[in-house]
Structure formats: C-alpha cells, structure tokens
C-alpha cells in the first residue's frame, strides 16, 4: 500500500530575481513499510521535502498525498492535528520538554488529543527502545542516546503512517548513533513502521532498503537495496 505520493513538487523561496528553487519537480512513491534514506549535501533540498511531507511546509507547486491525505487542502489547523496523528517527526534536537517526566513526553501528543494510551502498545514501544525503566526521569537526567530513545518513542506513540527522521544521529557520537539506527531499525520491522530518515552520513544511509540522492532539488538517484 502505498503511504507517501509526490507528483511534480516544486518549492520556491523568495520572488522576483530572489528566487530560491529548493524542489524542482520530485516525483515519490514509498510504500507501508519501506525503510527509505534521502540524502545528499547540505542544500540539496532533502530537509524541504521532509518538511513538506510532515505539512510544516507546503510546496509551490504539485500534489502531495500521506496515507491517502491530499495535504494542500489542509489548512494551519487541519495540518497540525494531521501531523500529530499521522506524521512522527524526529529531529537532531530532542525537543523534550525539560520539565515533564520522559512518560508525559512520550504521551504528550495523546493527551493533546485527551486520548488515553494503549498500554500494551505503550510497553511494547518503550521495551523496544530500551527506555522503560527511565520513565519517570526527567530529560536533562538522560544520555543524548537515551532522549534520542524518548524523542522517537513520542513520535511513534499515535501509531502514525509515517516516521520522518531529520538527522536523528546528528548530535550522537558513534557509539549511540548506532544504537538509535537500531532502533529505528527495530521498530521498521517490529511495529512496520513506515520510516524516511533524512542524513548526509553515508553509513547511516546504507542501512536503509532504499537510498534516495537529492541534488540540487531533484531526485538524481533511486536504489533499492533489499
């Protein structure tokens, strides 16, 4: 089935002789339960186009649909309630809220929604990212590995169509960056979890099933690896 679909999405910043073209033309597909990496160098416009497939942004031109959603036709509103059911969004940056245990963080997009959690569903993410027995901490008593771990526990708590990682390791030395591509990894195949991570690290990228290259606003490669 298939979750994310670009037809010919431009962006452009700017106008007049300003202009700024940072999408020129992508055309995607990523199917329920692809592992996609997009990378490419720094303005290559990998980081618009996550943010146009989490509805932070809306493209100039062309259609984007997510899990069946056209997003154009979303107002400001509509876009953030979308975005919290159906978009995880992790960043470099945690984004934990420092005075709320690591559970309220996690469950914070369901009390939103004043929606109780699935308990099953909640140990079952918490086990799987290895953070169950630092729930009741706060996140400045946590590794950056460990708020990595409750910054992506807190992205997958609405079961969403899609998981979009935007340099999730970019702020990790090796060690725990390869823990938290474990993770990722983990949840990709026990939880078939749709996952797009954006990164300019080539070993990050390889453990993907599919490697996208961006440059210059355009797709220049597609490669399915398994």
């Known amino acids: 089935m298939e979750i ?5 999405v431009r962006k452009v910043y700017g106008s007049g002789g300003n202009q700024v073209t940072a999408l020129d033309g992508i055309d995607l597909s990523v199917s329920r339960g692809e592992f996609v990496a997009v990378t490419g160098t720094s303005g290559s416009g990998k980081s618009t186009l996550l943010h146009i497939l989490g509805s932070v942004d809306k493209p100039t031109e062309g259609r984007v649909l997510i899990d069946g959603t056209d997003l154009l036709g979303l107002n400001q509103t509509e876009a953030a309630i979308f ?8 960043y470099q940056f945690y984004n934990l809220i420092p005075t709320l245990t690591v559970r309220k963080n996690i469950l914070m997009p369901l009390a939103l929604d004043k929606k109780k959690p699935g308990q099953e569903y909640f140990e079952k993410v918490v086990n799987s990212l290895g953070i169950a027995d630092r729930l009741e901490a706060l996140p400045n008593q946590l590794s950056g590995g460990q708020q ?29 960056s390869r823990e938290i591509i474990d993770m990722l990894r983990l949840s990709n195949r026990n ?36």
């Open 4 to 8: 994310v679909k670009c037809e010919g």
């Open 83 to 90: 975005r919290r059911r159906k978009v995880g969004l992790v």
């Open 148 to 176: 990595q771990r409750a910054a992506i526990a807190r992205s997958l708590i609405f079961r969403p169509a899609l998981l979009l990682a935007d340099e999730p390791t970019g702020n990790l030395d090796q060690k725990n």
């Open 191 to 226: 939880l078939d979890q749709t996952i797009l991570l954006v990164t300019h690290d080539e070993k990050v990228a390889l453990e993907a099933d599919r490697i996208i290259t961006v440059e210059d606003g355009r797709i220049v490669s597609d490669e399915r690896r398994r």
